[in-house]
């Protein structure tokens, strides 16, 4: 997939994650989007070496965004962890 992809993937799996954990985050749209992104690369890894499956198939695959999704909502909650221990 290409880079575009992974930014429009990035930029829904970022706001589909903050919906499932709504509160108050610090940062906006770009952060939103970078946890996003983060997230999908980090989601696809967890799916090949937990379950040995290639879960970045393409744009259209309910696997691409399952991962994504996940891997945004566990980079949001190590993000709100950091940022709650700073402050």
Not at 39 to 68: R, Y
Request: proline fraction near 2%.
């Amino acid at each position: 997939m290409g880079i575009i992809a992974w930014i429009l993937i990035g930029l829904f799996a970022g706001i589909i994650a903050k919906m499932l954990m709504p509160g108050k985050d610090p940062g906006g749209i770009i952060i939103t989007i970078l946890i996003g992104i983060a997230g999908g690369l980090l989601g696809g890894w967890l799916g090949k070496v937990i379950f040995g499956v290639d879960s970045i198939d393409g744009f259209f695959e309910i696997s691409t965004w399952v991962a994504a999704i996940v891997g945004s909502l566990i980079l949001l909650c190590v993000y709100r962890l950091f940022r709650s221990a700073r402050h």
